[in-house]
């Protein structure tokens, strides 16, 4: 079994590939740019929106607690004129990227320490490149992305935007594998 010592820079260094992966995916590429639409009424839905004061949080469009709920007229009358949402409200002010870097840094820090601890208890030192590379490459992608489908499935999110996300998380994963099969302790 590999110590954890040994583990500590394939842990940083996939971070940091992942990182910087990302940084090219999302600000040079630009490749999730399609996934977010502009409402036509924009300043009419902000306006009402600011006028009911909702506190930052997961907000769905029509509201109903349960099945029953679901089932009165007057609620399947909501339904059929739509619109149908999830909305997530943060709060106001100036949106400040480092904030957003700095948890997405812990996320990528976290995934690479699960990932090694799966890998410590199944793979020996001295484990080929290629078992390495299977086992974190598949554990890394799990982790990565494998919850985006959910959000298609449950709350309306494109599929297109899911698929974009998948592949992300499969270069992530594949970075991640790499840096750890090629400094898996031998």
């Known amino acids: ?20 992966a990302s940084s090219i995916i999302h600000m040079v590429l630009k490749w999730h740019n399609p996934d977010y639409r502009k409402l036509n009424n924009e300043d009419e839905v902000s306006a009402a929106l600011r006028k009911g004061a909702h506190t ?9 607690l349960d099945a ?24 106001n002010g100036q949106m ?11 996320y990528t820090v976290v995934v690479g320490a699960l990932v090694a601890y799966i890998a410590r ?3 020996k030192t001295g484990a080929t490149y290629d078992e390495v590379f299977r086992l974190v490459s598949a554990c890394a ?10 959000d298609s499935i449950w709350k309306g999110k494109p599929w297109s935007s899911t698929v974009r996300s998948l592949i992300d998380g499969l270069v992530y994963a594949l970075l991640t594998a790499g840096t750890f099969a090629w400094l898996w302790p031998r």
């Open 56 to 64: 930052p949080g997961q907000y769905i469009i029509p509201h109903c």
């Open 68 to 91: 029953k709920d679901a089932a009165a007229p007057e609620m399947a009358k909501k339904f059929a004129d739509g619109p149908i949402g999830v909305l997530y409200i943060k709060p």
């Open 141 to 150: 992608w799990l982790a990565y992305a494998w919850s985006m489908p959910s």
């Open 121 to 123: 208890f199944t793979l």
């Open 96 to 106: 400040k990227l480092g904030p957003f870097l700095m948890k997405w840094v812990i």
């Open 1 to 20: 079994m590999a110590a954890w010592s040994q583990l500590l820079l394939p842990i940083a260094l996939s971070a940091v590939f992942v990182f910087i």
